[in-house]
């Protein structure tokens, strides 16, 4: 899932205007099953039973873990557009066609911007003293020419007029950007599970507000506001290359993205008239200083060993290559095709891209690894779905929900702003939408044969329920789907909203579009985003259970007599 910061904000903005009319309201469905009697006893289980043989296959033979193990393992890393990506994508949809789902390919989206992979890189103090060093470039830096060995700078500034101390001080410096980050013990265990009162107080969640999004407080802007000036500064004075502390983590664990474009600083960059940012990977960004994160320890003594009055030097070797033949981005899609309701479409997936310092595999090769594993478990029963089952296998998720925010607007519809705002950057997919200018849902005719998406995005931790989005018309119907899975600890349906990830992209423009509920392991303490978003990070029973759960979904969601009924948007 993206990173909760600045992008989702003003993506929630968006998603929750007011401001967008809807031109067609679907009218919820009429006719809605009503949950089952309660029994007193329980009933024998019936072996022929198509839900019955959906949990045999999940959870006796499932095939999740080496679908993982593929993704993350043999393949790595799958930054948009990178080699690892393309291979990805191929992999899926061969791996798909293999188990006898049909239309398998790959759908352009974009054009999305440069690739990038590592080629080599190799950080270490090389004087006082030599000095191994964890570190990890930010995706999307430029290599240095050759190893480069040059001064640290500790840039402590506090504020703007504190940075003048430095002007004139950091040409072919390697500078250290921020103040040291403090390092607590950790008394709290890194995994964890939603316990009963997590449960109930998201069962007992509110309707979700419109426009009730997380906002940045003045301070966040400040800071974001100061650390953008700072940028612009190395940049002025010709720093040679630029070092962050790990944001979160210790322990060898370390938190990396994009590198950092220097730009023209606004007050409030997620604010509604805030110009679009540019962005490493884009063609036209400008040239830009070798970025990388390190360690919160080793940042915090070297930026002693310099408190005390030694002269640090560091050797650092950064090789990069860019991929620019092809600047477009590709989702895997695939089908089971449907029968006598063929022409309707039920949807799952998850993000295949990935950050780049570990190998993607909570965020979100396990979700890729889920949506995969329920097809094959449907297709390895050769259970006939009424509706066409379609796999969607998204990328361009962390740069802000790309893949499936172009692969909707192309097949479904989008909500179309007049007017553009002025100043602003073109972007390659629609954007949400600047300025609250009123928007109008324009859609097209496979909007009407739409059921419902069904995502997994949280990592590794098993399914607890699902986020209703506001739609209180599918509850009971997603009550009775829980129903047999209460004893594996899937029973909860929250009223709320969940944000960050690809359901979001159907749920703009009013299509049902779910995240499951789960449980957090180890995602935002250790995973997410991390160097250690690894396979072995991975809870085979969780992907087992999350696995049958979903292919049950779906195949209710394929079998019923109707779409699945439609929020109504206000
Ligand atoms: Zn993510």
């Not at 080599?120 to 003293?129: C, D, G, K, T």
């Not at 040239?287 to 060993?305: D, G, S, T």
């Not at 749920?507 to 250790?526: S, V």
Request: net charge neutral; proline share 8%; charged share 20%.
């Amino acid at each position: 899932m993206l990173r909760r910061n600045a992008t989702v904000v003003l993506l929630l903005i968006f998603l929750v205007s007011p401001s967008a009319t809807f031109a067609q309201q679907p009218a919820p469905s009429p006719t809605m099953p009503a949950a089952p009697p309660q029994q007193s006893t329980t009933p024998a289980k019936d072996p022929n039973d198509p839900i019955e043989r959906i949990k045999d296959e999940g959870m006796n033979r499932s095939q999740v873990m080496q679908t993982l193990s593929y993704l993350s393992d043999v393949i790595g890393p799958r930054l948009t557009a990178s080699p690892g990506m393309k291979r990805s994508n191929e992999w899926t949809r061969d791996q798909l066609t293999k188990w006898g789902l049909q239309n398998a390919h790959l759908e352009a989206w974009g054009p999305f911007g440069r690739g990038w992979s590592l080629k080599r890189f190799s950080a270490q103090v090389s004087e006082p003293l030599s000095i191994p060093l964890i570190a990890y470039p930010k995706a999307w830096s430029p290599g240095t020419t050759g190893p480069l060995t040059a001064e640290v700078v500790y840039v402590d500034a506090k504020d703007e007029a504190d940075l003048q101390r430095f002007r004139g001080k950091l040409r072919g410096a390697i500078v250290l950007t921020g103040k040291m980050r403090d390092v607590k013990a950790q008394f709290e265990p890194m995994g964890t599970r939603r316990d009963e009162k997590d449960l109930l107080s998201l069962a007992d969640a509110p309707e979700p507000r419109r426009g009730a999004g997380r906002r940045s407080t003045p301070e966040q802007r400040a800071a974001q506001a100061f650390t953008c000036r700072k940028y612009q500064f190395f940049h002025d004075e010709s720093a040679a290359l630029l070092i962050d502390a790990s944001r979160l983590g210790d322990g060898g664990t370390i938190f990396v993205q994009s590198a950092t474009v220097p730009q023209p600083c606004v007050e409030n960059p997620s604010g509604p008239n805030a110009p679009r940012q540019i962005q490493a990977y884009d063609k036209s960004a400008p040239k830009i200083i070798p970025q990388l994160v390190l360690a919160v320890e080793h940042y915090n003594r070297i930026a002693r060993m310099i408190e005390a009055g030694e002269k640090v030097k560091m050797t650092i070797d950064l090789a990069v290559e860019w991929q620019d033949a092809d600047p477009m981005g590709y989702n895997t899609i695939a089908e089971i095709p449907g029968s006598d309701l063929k022409d309707e479409v039920v949807m799952l997936g998850g993000h295949m891209d990935s950050w780049h310092a570990g190998t993607g595999a909570t965020d979100n090769g396990a979700g890729v690894a889920v949506a995969m594993e329920a097809v094959r478990i449907l297709q390895a029963l050769n259970l006939k779905p009424r509706r066409t089952i379609r796999i969607a296998l998204w990328t361009g998720e962390e740069q802000g929900l790309l893949g499936s925010k172009a692969y909707v607007a192309e097949h479904f519809g989008k909500i179309e702003t007049p007017v553009a705002v002025a100043g602003a950057q073109a972007s390659p997919v629609p954007s949400p939408s600047p300025s609250p200018a009123p928007g109008v849902l324009v859609t097209k005719p496979e909007y009407e044969k739409f059921s419902s998406y069904f995502n997994l995005d949280n990592g590794t931790g098993k399914i607890r329920g699902v986020y209703l989005q506001g739609n209180e018309t599918v509850r009971p119907l997603f009550r009775q789907w829980l129903m047999p899975f209460r004893d594996m600890g899937a029973a909860t349906l929250s009223i709320s909203n969940t944000s960050g990830t690809d359901h979001l992209s159907f749920d703009a423009i009013g299509l049902p579009g779910f995240q499951f509920i789960q449980d957090e392991i180890e995602y935002d303490t250790r995973t997410h985003h991390s160097n250690q978003d690894v396979f072995d990070r991975i809870q085979a029973d969780d992907m087992k259970q999350a696995a049958t759960i979903m292919a049950a979904f779906i195949y209710n969601a394929a079998m019923r007599d109707e779409k699945l009924p439609r929020k109504v948007m206000r």
